[in-house]
């Protein structure tokens, strides 16, 4: 389990009495990419090192440093002009966290394959209508960058896990397996259930 990657803050005026609890707590875009990143290093036996690419705004959202820092890892080496990007070491495994368009949000590479990852965030305690439809229109959009993508590899969409998300995933899994797609799901301790058809 992973601490941490909650965001809660107070709901707007229009969003107020829709989510459980007081505050709406939010999975944002940097925090699924760090868990899913920090999934990888555990579950694939060989794999030693993730580069996450999230943009400048993702970092607003989301202390990426402090949380790598938290965990363990330690900037080795500053990269870009951001104060987020660099090489983080923890032990034999490294996170570089670079701004980088066009390449994943999450990208791996073992001697088998390249594992690319596109993920998206959201309120997981939410009933307000629009922020639902956020979420499910947060894992379509994952799932459509990756069909634009050249098949190959293992491509997975990765959204925060809600009772809604869950639902579409098993609906989306079937087609976008055909296509060569996972669909990954991130709950609030940063565990992944990998959605099959």
């Known amino acids: 389990m992973l601490d941490d990657l909650i965001v809660e803050l107070n709901p ?15 999975l944002t875009e ?27 705004e993702h970092a607003k959202r989301f202390e990426i440093a402090r949380w790598l820092s938290a965990q363990g890892f330690i900037r ?13 070491i923890c032990g034999d495994k490294s996170i570089v966290v670079t701004s980088i368009p066009g390449k994943g949000d999450v990208v791996a590479t073992t001697r088998a394959e390249n594992i690319i ?17 956020r ?5 379509c959009e994952a799932v459509g960058l990756l069909m634009t993508r050249e098949k190959g590899g293992r491509q997975v969409a990765v959204v925060p896990k809600t009772e809604m998300t869950l639902k579409l995933a098993r609906k989306l899994a079937p087609r976008a397996l055909n296509a060569g797609i996972e669909i990954a799901l991130v709950d609030e301790q940063g565990r992944v259930v990998d959605v099959k058809p």
């Open 135 to 139: 979420l499910r229109r947060g894992l």
């Open 117 to 133: 990852a596109e993920c998206k965030g959201g309120i997981v305690n939410t009933r307000h209508a629009g922020q639902i439809s």
């Open 76 to 88: 080795k080496a500053g990269q870009g002009k951001t104060p987020f990007g660099g090489t983080y």
């Open 30 to 56: 940097a925090a699924v990419m760090l868990a899913y990143g920090m999934h990888l290093l555990r579950t694939v036996p060989e794999l030693r090192a993730v580069e996450l690419h999230p943009d400048g």
């Open 12 to 26: 707007p005026e229009n969003r107020r009495g829709k989510c459980d609890g007081v505050k709406e707590r939010h």
